[in-house]
């Protein structure tokens, strides 16, 4: 009687036992945003459905905006910033490389003494996107959902430190656990000799 439930207690912290993630080495963003809000074309694509600036927020003391509309290749994304912009066309989630898995277009910068970028889409069931970086450290993305711009998705949002270089994105489920893992860097490389990504698929 008491192995059992012994056993049963020990099949309880089984089931429900949650990964620690590692600690947030990604740049902190401030007055984060999510309310969506109408916004203008962004020369990246022609829109085939409503553009949508789905966050904004300020990453030392510089202001930035997340904009994102359908377009014929997928989905585009645009991130403005009062310093610099980034963005470009892909796939929605499950619509590239079968090894892209819940993720779709991703767009990475950095190299500068400005906080680096990495942004993208992934799958609305995914819980959290993890951005791992070559010394070792990860920082954690910022999730916004994206049925204003009439898709089924999220985007997610993360600020490396200057200089810093992404490796890989993770996405996570609701107990911590890697469901995906796409490469930034050593990745596998194409018949070509260009490593894929969700932005070139």
Do not use: K, W, Y
Not at 89 to 104: N, T, Y
Not at 170 to 188: K, Y
Request: glycine content about 12%; some cysteine; proline content about 9%.
């Amino acid at each position: 009687m008491r192995l059992g439930a012994a056993a049963a207690g020990l099949a309880l912290v089984a089931a429900c036992s949650v990964v620690i993630p590692p600690p947030d080495a990604g740049v902190p963003i401030a007055e984060f945003d999510t309310e969506p809000r109408p916004a203008q074309e962004q020369n990246i694509g022609q829109a085939t459905g409503p553009i949508i600036e789905v966050a904004r927020g300020e990453v030392d003391s510089d202001a930035f905006s997340f904009v994102v509309h359908r377009s014929a290749a997928g989905a585009c994304t645009f991130l403005n910033r009062e310093s610099s912009g980034s963005g470009g066309c892909g796939p929605l989630p499950g619509d590239g490389l079968r090894e892209f898995g819940p993720f779709g277009i991703m767009t990475t910068t950095g190299g500068s003494d400005l906080p680096a970028e990495v942004t993208g889409l992934v799958s609305g069931d995914v819980a959290s996107v993890r951005v791992e970086m070559e010394d070792g450290t990860s920082a954690q993305a910022r999730l916004v959902d994206l049925a204003p711009a009439e898709m089924d998705a999220q985007a997610f949002i993360a600020f490396l430190p200057p200089h810093a270089s992404a490796t890989a994105v993770l996405a996570l489920d609701l107990a911590g656990n890697e469901v995906a893992r796409v490469p930034l860097a050593g990745g596998p490389v194409g018949p070509d000799g260009v490593q894929p990504t969700p932005a070139s698929s």
